[in-house]
């Protein structure tokens, strides 16, 4: 029987990053197909009791730079704690992931959703810049007109129903992997996935 698994994630987050390439192996392994679904947790951070980073309590924000280190080091995969463009706009490269995957195979917009994952935690990239979203799209080897597409209506119409179906689903954080509307949340709750996959 054919898996889906549903991936919800903001471009800027670095546990995403994290998670990522270790999410696509498993997918893969499992024969799961991806719907690749950017979302906007702006909207949906009010609903589900979140914060944005810098709202966060000091000891918070302290404990999470030291998380970040622990991960990063455990799964050896390079990560900058506190990039030179970190916060960042996520919008314009969420919105460029949704036209790459209307537009192509989900597997071009999970290599797509890696590279602009690095370009934040690992290469120093400002991923809010149309410029920088052009040369990725070009080192990726996709077509130069997903720019021009990501700024469509539809796509926006679309970006906002990713995060509709978001909410309903009861997406609170970045990761989340949803297998028949079950959650998984967070990068570190993967062996969990992989658990439930096996069992299908």
């Not at 994630?9 to 950017?38: C, K, M």
């Not at 080091?73 to 036209?99: M, S």
């Not at 799209?137 to 990501?150: I, M, N, T, V, Y």
Request: aromatic share 10%; net charge negative.
């Amino acid at each position: 029987m054919s898996i889906t698994i549903d991936y919800y994630f903001t471009p800027q987050s670095p546990w995403t990053y994290l998670g990522h390439q270790h999410f696509a192996q498993i997918a893969a392994a499992a024969g799961a197909a991806v719907r690749v679904l950017p979302v906007d947790f702006g909207k949906i951070f009010p609903l589900s009791g979140g914060l944005p980073l810098g709202q966060r309590a000091p000891q918070r924000q302290a404990y999470r730079l030291v998380e970040l280190q622990r991960f990063s080091e455990h799964l050896q995969v390079p990560l900058n704690r506190q990039p030179k463009f970190f916060p960042v706009g996520g919008d314009p490269a969420a919105r460029l992931i949704t036209a790459v995957g209307q537009h192509d195979a989900s597997g071009v917009a999970m290599t797509l959703a890696g590279a602009i994952f690095r370009a934040v935690w690992a290469e120093e990239r400002n991923i809010a810049d149309d410029q920088v979203l052009a040369e990725i799209l070009k080192e990726c080897g996709l077509d130069a007109q997903r720019l021009a597409q990501s700024q469509v209506p539809e796509i926006q119409q679309q970006y906002e129903a990713h995060t509709q179906q978001a909410i309903s689903a009861g997406v609170f954080g970045a990761p989340t992997y949803a297998v028949n509307g079950e959650l998984f949340w967070g990068q570190d709750r993967l062996d969990y996935l992989e658990r439930k996959l096996a069992s299908k």
